[in-house]
């Protein structure tokens, strides 16, 4: 039979190359873990903490736009010759509107955070295999303060949002609607409040860079102060300052980079530089575009440079000889080539500046500049949240606003004098508060509080209308339009693809 | 065969039935035979022909003519035997008492007998139930193309295949019946000689096809199940004659050019001189603007006196060129009734009308076909193709990209220096950063090479009389390596250089393999024919992917990574499976009613665990009218065929994996140390499933005039379920997007074919004619939610509920406001002045925002045709074929750069008549350029959407026969050919059948300045030794 012999031939060619392994159909991805093999044991866990702290920089890194260039601190280097950062610029001049791209990645990082917290939240309570208490209680300690953290930071900028507190799995779970203010601060105190008993305490002088006590009793204290009720601010405030923390003797030493997570650092958002995607980039947001050889020290054609540009009416507002100048604000020499790029020369002291003749001086923050620098557009510069400084300020806030003006004083007067000022001796407290809410402008200047600290203290429309009126007679390409300071802009628009995406959402008033 | 496979194979009663069925159906006749001799002759010229097929119809007895035409074999009185010889009718004669039957066969006219390739197998057109066209490639010879797309447009009724760039080799897309999907492809499935292939279908060598069938109804396509929604395209590739050898040799070169018609519109040197004149005067007038250079309010000194420019640089013309196109292919092909063989070696060259770009492919295929005796048959075929992309993969086109750019550079600087170097910098003063892209261009270097092995190989036997087994064993391996460099001169718009040079190295390899097993078997019972097919297969795709990114080099004279400082890296890898099964029934009466039941059960990795198998069942029948007695017999109305067909087919191109929840590198610092973090970065879904298209199909065929002219007819109507879409979810859940099988469209619409033989005498002339109406419209959508226009820039298109998919969204544009009158009582935007742009207030609340975005157009044709004729004259040829579409609308996004109104590009000509003040107002159409006023004339709107008609001169070509040729030669013709010979369109940009977002349906329509589309003129020759 010559034909079995082929048939032979065939079929075990058909079954030998037709066999296949067990689960042919079932495929995972083996260059990724999916939800299948993680959250399985505490380190997994620990591992999905860590991802939640990873949106803080996500806002950090455009936070300035809203929180400093909005307020009378920064303005912007006008760039006519690209006008792709108008959305930068409209938050400055209010006239921002829903579709602002700053304001939707800020809404965006916080809800990845919050997302991320729920996740953990919610698989915690169905794990299967056994977490030591002790590891538990750091894990939902930490969870919950950047879930209050993320919340804050939302019902801040944008009043009551949708409040997310379970993890998302289908599209139906991610279209709730906006909650009340009250009630997203309802659930940033209670969980600051879980946290704050949970939560190791500082091991200073040198932290990680994790949520402790610290920051949880200085966050809670603020967020107390936001809704007006120093009196309960004043004890987790008090407790802070029992805690080591303490101020560096030179002010610009606080944000050196061998003193991250220092003394003096209660939260900051972290950073490092190299290769592997953790570097922050701010000085090159805050100098003028162009080539950066001459200003960092690497040379680096910036493009979308310009931002936070320290303005004249805050220079005015240093008093004599405040050290803090100095370290806060630089200035960059350079011309203009024939084609208006500006090419930087040099970086000197702000200190007793004039411009020499034919020299276009550019003021910039000097906060956040440390060389040199190892790499083009990266840089290992951490981010405060809150300083120190920032707690004594906010205790003599509380103080005065309850009626303790004189306790308040040592506070304040910490302050003051490290920058090299006489301390205030004012025990009355109308006085008193304009010369806090001043120090609280320069101490913590361009460390996103101005514009908040404004609208906190109810002096955002008086003072932003008048600055906005000084503004416009200053540059001809502000529209009239602008600085038109009303209630209705103390908060930003939900962003536009909320809107569309969720029916369930009605748009802030005036937006 | 692993547990779990035969598992699902024996869950499988279906087949175990259909099997039994077989095995089980007696039959066996006897009849008297003798030997049969006789000649077959051609009917033009009554010579005899050589190498015909003849064979005993229902049987496996045949044989082939010899030299003279003549022929033996042995057969019974009563039966039927089949002459078939390529480019002649099929010929049918029933044996009679006479033991000579001679037959004359006339040449093609009408396609009625010719065999057409269908899904696992063929069939005679006349037999066909489903809405399949069938093109031979040797009608489209004439057309030097690099990819088979070129060669099919304009030719198929409901198969949309448009030119939407000119980058050499990547320029064609297909769309079969409009619209099919979302986003999750609209390509048909390409399978070349019943191998679904999985990598790019342009590496596939034109030369080497034979046939094309082009599947499109449910009913036809269904035996590919979840892979078959946007239909299918068969590729037939060349094989061998029994009886003939031939070596063939063809090769063509050609010039292609860039036409002027659809050149950008953009100022020259003085006339834009003269409006930054004025843009800054307006400055100085409205804003108190200073030269912040001299500190003066005085104009810039490159614009004060506009008339010492002239025409200034065409930056178009400049990074365009004439380039040649060539092709030589030769086939050497020989068959006996035991072997077939055949061999061609292809090398193609197409140099880009962009500089420095092109591609060369070089390619292989051997086809072999042995049959040791009459029941055994095994093949083998395989076809290597090499390809080198030089520069074609860049960034030539697109936003601000390489084309675009330069065409927004300044016209006042010259494209080279005096000394022949480039300047560096393309913006005047106070302009955008633009570095020299003809520079760029020039110092491009970015080359893929890419090695693609299309394998197979076959057995098969017949197991009893009619039943016949196949197995087949496939591979698709692909090796793709792209290296590109950017050198110390690198720049972008934006960022122009010096730069620190950098690398980065792409590459990836694939394998799929295909294990197919197939038994097939032929009943045929008094006037009852039938024909099982049953089958199963398994394919496995493989891909491992890894990119290196090098920074730093010290220079420019090490272009590989070993010369970088800084190196990073990452490998990863990628799979999918699919394991089916499947099987047909046709059955015929008479050979009129024809009935044809196909289902395919598919099993996919890509699936979510819910529902990881689908089933496809389709089912199809036709009555061939004109066969009743009572149609009236006549040769005007000759032939009458009624087909209806419905099925279910699939679409699985999800991605792979996309049913998991992914859980990402989510790092961070802690003490200034990395610190590993993972989060779930990606929403999965484990309901993912294929999307499923529901489709009915109607088709009336018609032959008239002794078969002289064919007419088809289908309607279709197709309901799609669940498309498979990444829709966006608001991000307070934490994600942007999740896939999602998200609604129901629906689509329809109407085919017609026409060919004719106008002429058969002296002059033979062929008319083929088509045109196919579509139409969509969505049903539903997730919560309704319409997908797309919600972001500022580069969001233009919406589906929306109600409408068709993937309509242009945008703002209406009304003029500007002429005076403080018209301001003050109109509504306007926040960032309204006099004289700026007025968008018209849509939902009526007084003011201009986002929400007053509309639908602008439809991207999608209301009907596209194709004309071809073909005249033949003693030995001239002469060819003609035309294709359209009309009704679609275009959306020209470069627009966004070509009206920007900062003064910091090259813009339109129209932009002149811009408001200047109220003494001063323009043409009412053009705002005026003040700061901060500007970006709403940016943003998407009615004035950068156009009509996308068009009627393109695909091809004209005449040719020359020679017929009294050297020793050695059989034949030669020569032939000249114009390609793209002339646009007929009022859109003013280059390329009406531009598509930028390609297979992305929700963002059609798009035109971004994409690479330009040549008309080439060429010259060829076919010869025969």
């Known amino acids: 039979m010559k034909n079995s012999k082929y048939m032979l031939i065939l079929l075990t060619g058909a079954l030998s190359f037709g066999s296949c392994k067990k689960d042919f159909l079932e495929l995972f991805p083996e260059g990724q873990m999916n939800e299948g093999n993680f959250y399985k044991s505490t380190v997994d866990f620990q591992q999905a903490v860590v991802g939640a702290y990873t949106p803080l920089r996500d806002v950090a890194n455009i936070a300035f736009y809203m929180d400093e260039m909005r307020s009378d601190n920064a303005h912007y280097d006008y760039n006519s010759k690209d006008r792709g950062g108008l959305g930068y610029e409209q938050l400055a001049d209010f006239l921002d509107n829903s579709q602002n791209g700053v304001t939707a990645t800020r809404y965006q990082g916080d809800y990845n955070g919050i997302s991320r917290t729920n996740v953990i939240l919610d698989r915690l309570e169905k794990i299967t295999f056994t977490m030591a208490d002790a590891d538990r209680k750091q894990i939902?300690?930490?969870?919950?303060?950047?879930?209050?953290?993320?919340?804050?930071?939302?019902?801040?900028?944008?009043?009551?949002?949708?409040?997310?507190?379970?993890?998302?799995?289908?599209?139906?779970?991610?279209?709730?609607?906006?909650?009340?203010?009250?009630?997203?601060?309802?659930?940033?105190?209670?969980?600051?409040?879980?946290?704050?008993?949970?939560?190791?305490?500082?091991?200073?002088?040198?932290?990680?860079?994790?949520?402790?006590?610290?920051?949880?009793?200085?966050?809670?204290?603020?967020?107390?102060?936001?809704?007006?009720?120093?009196?309960?601010?004043?004890?987790?405030?008090?407790?802070?300052?029992?805690?080591?923390?303490?101020?560096?003797?030179?002010?610009?030493?606080?944000?050196?980079?061998?003193?991250?997570?220092?003394k003096e650092s209660i939260f900051e958002v972290q950073y490092k530089d190299g290769t592997d995607g953790q570097s922050s980039t701010f000085i090159y947001r805050f100098i003028p575009n162009g080539n950066t050889l001459n200003i960092t020290g690497i040379s680096y054609n910036d493009t979308n440079g310009g931002w936070n540009y320290p303005t004249d009416d805050l220079l005015a507002a240093y008093e004599p000889n405040d050290k803090r100048l100095d370290a806060t604000i630089g200035v960059i020499e350079g011309t203009y080539n024939a084609n208006t790029d500006f090419v930087a020369s040099k970086i000197v002291s702000i200190v007793n500046y004039k411009a020499p003749t034919g020299v276009i001086a550019k003021y910039f923050i000097r906060k956040y500049f440390h060389p040199p620098y190892l790499l083009a557009n990266n840089t290992k510069e951490?981010?405060?949240?809150?300083?120190?400084?920032?707690?004594?300020?906010?205790?003599?806030?509380?103080?005065?606003?309850?009626?303790?003006?004189?306790?308040a004083l040592p506070y304040l007067n910490q302050v003051r004098t490290r920058a090299g000022l006489a301390a205030t001796t004012t025990i009355d407290p109308a006085l008193l508060r304009p010369i806090i809410a001043h120090e609280r402008r320069i101490e913590l200047a361009f460390e996103n509080h101005r514009w908040l600290d404004l609208v906190r203290t109810d002096q955002a429309i008086p003072v932003l209308t008048a600055y906005g009126i000084k503004t416009k007679a200053q540059f001809g390409y502000i529209l009239p339009a602008a600085y038109n300071v009303t209630a209705a802009r103390f908060i930003y628009p939900i962003p536009f693809r909320e809107l569309q995406l969720n029916t369930a959402l009605v748009q802030s008033p005036g937006y | 065969m692993g547990r779990k496979f035969l598992h699902y194979l024996s869950g499988a009663r279906h087949l175990q039935l259909f099997l039994m069925l077989l095995l089980l159906s007696p039959f066996a006749f006897a009849q008297q035979s003798m030997k049969i001799t006789g000649k077959v002759t051609s009917s033009e010229d009554r010579t005899g022909l050589p190498g015909v097929s003849v064979k005993v119809k229902g049987t496996q007895v045949g044989t082939v003519t010899d030299g003279a035409g003549a022929y033996t074999l042995t057969a019974a009185k009563g039966n039927v035997l089949t002459f078939s010889y390529v480019g002649y009718d099929l010929y049918e004669a029933t044996v009679g008492e006479?033991?000579?039957?001679?037959?004359?066969?006339?040449?093609?006219?009408?396609?009625?007998?010719?065999?057409?390739?269908?899904?696992?197998?063929?069939?005679?057109?006349?037999?066909?139930t489903g809405a399949v066209t069938k093109v031979n490639a040797e009608d489209l010879q004439n057309l030097p193309a690099a990819e088979i797309g070129q060669k099919l447009t304009g030719r198929v009724p409901g198969l949309q295949v448009n030119q939407a760039s000119g980058r050499p080799g990547q320029g064609m897309t297909f769309r079969v019946r409009g619209a099919a999907s979302l986003g999750s492809g609209n390509q048909p499935l390409i399978v070349v000689d019943g191998q679904p292939?999985?990598?790019?279908?342009?590496?596939?060598?034109?030369?080497?096809?034979?046939?094309?069938?082009?599947?499109?109804?449910?009913?036809?396509?269904?035996?590919?199940?979840?892979?078959?929604?946007?239909?299918?395209?068969?590729?037939?590739?060349?094989?061998?004659?029994?009886?003939?050898?031939?070596?063939?040799?063809?090769?063509?070169?050609?010039?292609?050019?860039?036409?002027?018609?659809?050149?950008?519109?953009?100022?020259?040197?003085?006339?834009?001189?003269?409006?930054?004149?004025?843009?800054?005067?307006?400055?100085?007038?409205?804003?108190?603007?200073k030269n912040p250079v001299t500190g003066l309010a005085e104009v810039p000194a490159d614009y004060q006196n506009p008339a010492q420019y002239g025409e200034g640089t065409d930056w178009y013309n400049e990074l365009l060129r004439t380039a040649p196109i060539q092709n030589y292919n030769l086939n050497i092909s020989s068959g006996t009734d035991k072997v077939l063989s055949s061999n061609s070696l292809t090398y193609f060259k197409q140099d880009g009308v962009l500089r420095n770009t092109g591609m060369?492919?070089?390619?292989?295929?051997?086809?072999?076909?042995?049959?040791?005796?009459?029941?055994?048959?095994?093949?083998?075929?395989?076809?290597?193709?090499?390809?080198?992309?030089?520069?074609?993969r860049g960034n030539l086109d697109g936003n601000r990209q390489i084309l675009v750019g330069g065409e927004i550079s300044s016209p006042l600087i010259p494209a080279r220096n005096a000394d022949g170097s480039y300047p560096t910098r393309t913006g005047s003063y106070g302009m955008f950063a633009l570095p020299n892209f003809l520079q760029q261009l020039d110092l491009m270097k970015n080359k893929q090479n890419s090695l693609r092995i299309l394998a197979n190989a076959f057995g098969e036997i017949e197991l009893l009389k009619d039943l016949r087994f196949r197995t087949t064993i496939n591979t698709d391996l692909g090796a793709i390596d792209q290296n590109s460099f950017n050198s110390s001169n690198y720049g972008t718009a934006g960022a122009p250089g010096p730069s620190i040079p950098s690398a980065v190295s792409n590459s990836n390899n694939y394998t799929s393999w295909l294990s197919e097993n197939i038994l097939t078997y032929k009943l045929t019972k008094g006037d009852h024919n039938f024909d099982f097919l049953a089958g199963y297969s398994a394919q496995k795709y493989n891909r491992n992917f890894r990119t290196?990114?090098?920074?730093?080099?010290?220079?420019?004279?090490?272009?590989?990574?070993?010369?970088?400082?800084?190196?990073?890296?990452?490998?990863?890898?990628?799979?999918?499976?699919?394991?089916?099964?499947?099987?047909?029934?046709?059955?015929?009466?008479?050979?009129?009613?024809?009935?044809?039941?196909?289902?395919?059960?598919?099993?996919?990795?890509?699936?979510?665990?819910?529902?990881?198998?689908?089933?496809?069942?389709?089912?199809?029948?036709?009555?061939?009218?004109?066969?009743?007695?009572?149609?009236?017999?006549?040769?005007?109305?000759?032939?009458?065929k009624i087909r209806g067909g419905y099925g279910k087919t699939g679409n699985n191109n999800i991605g792979d994996y996309t049913q998991t929840s992914l859980v990402g590198q989510t790092n961070y610092v802690f003490s200034s140390a990395l610190a590993q973090g993972l989060s779930?970065?990606?929403?999965?879904?484990?309901?993912?499933?294929?999307?499923?298209?529901?489709?009915?199909?109607?088709?009336?065929?018609?032959?008239?005039?002794?078969?002289?002219?064919?007419?088809?007819?289908?309607?279709?109507?197709?309901?799609?379920?669940?498309?498979?879409?990444?829709?966006?979810?608001?991000?307070?859940?934490?994600?942007?997007?999740?896939?999602?099988?998200?609604?129901?469209?629906?689509?329809?619409?109407?085919?017609?074919?026409?060919?004719?033989?106008?002429?058969t005498g002296e002059v033979k002339w062929n008319t083929g004619f088509n045109i196919s109406f579509n139409d969509n419209k969505v049903l539903s959508l997730q919560d309704n939610t319409p997908i797309g226009g919600t972001a500022t820039y580069n969001d233009y298109n919406r589906t929306a509920v109600g409408r068709r998919i993937g309509e242009l969204f945008g703002y209406v544009f009304d003029g500007v406001y002429k005076n403080q009158q018209e301001f003050d009582s109109q509504p306007k935007h926040a960032t309204s002045a006099v004289g700026t742009a007025?968008?018209?207030?849509?939902?009526?609340?007084?003011?201009?925002?986002?929400?007053?975005?509309?639908?602008?157009?439809?991207?999608?044709?209301?009907?596209?045709?194709?004309?071809?004729?073909?005249?033949?004259?003693?030995?001239?040829?002469?060819?003609?074929?035309?294709?359209?579409?009309?009704?679609?609308?275009?959306?020209?996004?470069?627009?966004?750069?070509?009206?920007n109104l900062d003064g910091i590009f090259n813009i339109e000509k129209s932009m002149m008549n811009r408001w200047r003040s109220p003494e001063n107002p323009g043409n009412g159409q053009v705002p005026r350029t003040l700061s901060n006023t500007t970006e709403l004339y940016r943003f998407g709107n009615s004035n950068w959407v156009f009509s996308g008609d068009y009627l393109t001169i695909r091809n004209i070509s005449a040719g020359y026969t020679f017929t009294s040729v050297p020793k050695y030669f059989k034949s030669a013709r020569i032939y000249l050919a114009v390609n793209q010979a002339y646009v007929f369109t009022k859109y003013p940009g280059q390329n009406p059948e531009v598509n930028d977002s390609r297979d992305n349906q929700t963002t059609a329509g798009q035109d971004n300045g994409s690479y330009p589309v040549p008309r080439t003129i060429s010259i060829g020759a076919n010869i025969n030794f």
């Open chain 1, 140 to 262: 939902v300690g930490e969870t919950k303060a950047l879930r209050a953290h993320y919340y804050f930071d939302l019902v801040r900028h944008y009043g009551g949002v949708p409040l997310h507190l379970h993890e998302v799995t289908e599209k139906s779970q991610a279209t709730l609607p906006r909650s009340t203010a009250e009630q997203v601060y309802a659930q940033i105190i209670a969980d600051f409040t879980d946290a704050l008993a949970n939560v190791a305490a500082p091991k200073l002088p040198q932290e990680t860079g994790r949520v402790t006590k610290g920051m949880v009793a200085t966050e809670l204290a603020h967020v107390y102060m936001t809704l007006k009720q120093f009196d309960k601010a004043i004890p987790l405030l008090q407790s802070v300052t029992t805690m080591g923390y303490s101020l560096w003797a030179n002010y610009e030493d606080a944000f050196k980079n061998e003193n991250k997570n220092n």
């Open chain 1, 382 to 407: 951490n981010w405060p949240i809150y300083r120190y400084s920032n707690v004594l300020l906010m205790l003599a806030e509380c103080l005065n606003e309850t009626g303790q003006s004189a306790a």
């Open chain 2, 98 to 128: 006479s033991s000579t039957v001679n037959v004359s066969l006339k040449s093609k006219s009408a396609d009625l007998q010719e065999v057409v390739v269908v899904s696992y197998g063929s069939s005679r057109q006349r037999d066909i």
């Open chain 2, 197 to 289: 292939i999985t990598g790019d279908v342009n590496l596939i060598n034109p030369d080497d096809i034979e046939s094309f069938s082009v599947l499109k109804d449910a009913a036809s396509t269904a035996l590919y199940g979840s892979r078959a929604a946007n239909g299918v395209i068969l590729i037939t590739t060349k094989q061998a004659k029994s009886g003939r050898s031939t070596i063939n040799f063809n090769t063509y070169y050609g010039t292609q050019t860039v036409l002027q018609r659809g050149r950008p519109d953009i100022m020259n040197a003085n006339e834009f001189a003269t409006f930054m004149k004025g843009y800054y005067e307006d400055r100085i007038k409205y804003e108190n603007w």
């Open chain 2, 360 to 392: 060369q492919r070089f390619s292989f295929r051997s086809n072999n076909q042995y049959t040791p005796s009459s029941k055994v048959k095994f093949g083998f075929n395989i076809a290597p193709t090499y390809q080198i992309d030089n520069n074609t």
């Open chain 2, 548 to 640: 290196i990114n090098g920074s730093v080099f010290p220079n420019d004279n090490i272009p590989w990574i070993a010369g970088a400082a800084t190196t990073t890296g990452t490998t990863n890898n990628t799979a999918w499976d699919i394991a089916s099964m499947f099987g047909r029934i046709n059955y015929d009466y008479k050979g009129k009613y024809l009935i044809s039941a196909n289902i395919r059960r598919d099993g996919s990795s890509r699936f979510g665990k819910n529902s990881k198998y689908g089933t496809f069942p389709s089912i199809s029948a036709g009555w061939i009218i004109s066969e009743e007695s009572f149609f009236p017999k006549s040769d005007n109305f000759s032939f009458l």
């Open chain 2, 680 to 759: 779930i970065t990606s929403l999965g879904n484990p309901d993912l499933t294929w999307e499923t298209s529901k489709q009915t199909d109607i088709g009336l065929e018609m032959n008239f005039f002794k078969n002289r002219i064919n007419v088809t007819y289908d309607y279709y109507n197709k309901l799609t379920n669940g498309m498979l879409y990444l829709i966006s979810i608001p991000y307070a859940s934490g994600y942007s997007s999740i896939r999602y099988n998200v609604g129901e469209f629906k689509m329809w619409g109407h085919e017609l074919s026409i060919n004719s033989t106008n002429l």
């Open chain 2, 838 to 899: 007025r968008m018209k207030d849509i939902n009526g609340d007084g003011k201009i925002d986002q929400n007053d975005k509309t639908f602008l157009g439809n991207p999608n044709p209301k009907f596209l045709f194709g004309l071809n004729n073909d005249i033949r004259y003693k030995n001239f040829d002469f060819s003609i074929s035309v294709s359209g579409q009309v009704g679609n609308k275009i959306m020209n996004t470069n627009l966004q750069n070509f009206q």
